[in-house]
């Protein structure tokens, strides 16, 4: 039975059909709805977590926005998880992402990211320097903001559960899903000792939700597509882009280690504020909310 919180969470969302295959997925909406896209804050969740991981900043970010909007990815939280009639690609991530925006009537917004999140994002930035965006989607971004997640592949330390489930034996690990391998792989790759596990059993229970903690070797097939398009599509874009953008860093993330912002301000985004979360580890939103948003709102204060 999922969590008090978790339910209290679903009850102020609803679903949406956003596939041919007529997949649900739960979207959120906080704030005002005539909200311009100045006042837009557009969130995307990471891997393996849902729209549930920003529950502890949404508060201290309505006081930054008129409006903003959440959702959990096909595969993640409350959102259905096929295991056939879609692919897991980031790709077909970011369609989705730009249905749900459509289906608030969304017409542009600061784009924040976490970790799988950072994928899509780069993907819709590709979208957004090609002229590939629709064409409802007239006011575009405003800005973008990266929190820790493998935006350079070469540069990742992943976990050995994150390297099995990417192998062909992956799918074989659904059998020996457990609540002691995720909290130790969490902790692992959070790095530092702040997430509580209260924290870990909500990531625990939102991924257990449809049986979705059998599925990660699905869902973390985003992977293989950061191989396919990092250095061919989405580090070009980023290089092209040239609205404000924003890395924000927890420098204790033992995965997406913080020599991953340095090098994407030395060699990608070069116009890019980096901000550097002292002492905070990978699942920042959770582990250091507070410091989470005074960093990330300091940013939007001098846009």
Known sequence: MPSVNL?????????????????????????????????????????????????????????????????DMLGYGWSDKPDVQFSYSLLEQADIALKVWQHFGIKGGHLLSHDMGDSVATE??????????????????????FTNGSMILDLSKLRIIQKILLSPYGRHLKHIANFSIFNHQVRSAHGNDKLSERDIRGLWEANKLQGGHKKNHLTIKYLTDRKQFEKTRWLPALKQVKLPIHICWGNDDAVAKIEMAHYLKAHICVDAQVTVMEGVGHFCQLGSPDVWVEAVRRFYDKL
């Open 7 to 71: 339910q209290t969470w679903k009850s102020s969302g609803h679903f949406i059909d956003v596939t041919p295959f007529r997949h649900k997925i739960f979207v959120k909406e906080i704030g005002n709805t005539d909200a311009k896209s100045g006042q837009t804050l557009l969130l995307l969740h990471g891997f393996p977590e849902s729209s549930f991981s920003y529950h502890k900043i949404v508060d201290g970010m309505a006081k930054q926005f008129e409006r903003i909007i959440l959702f």
């Open 124 to 145: 819709l930035i590709a979208r957004h320097v090609n002229g590939l965006l629709p064409g409802w989607f007239d006011a575009g971004f405003q800005s973008f903001t």
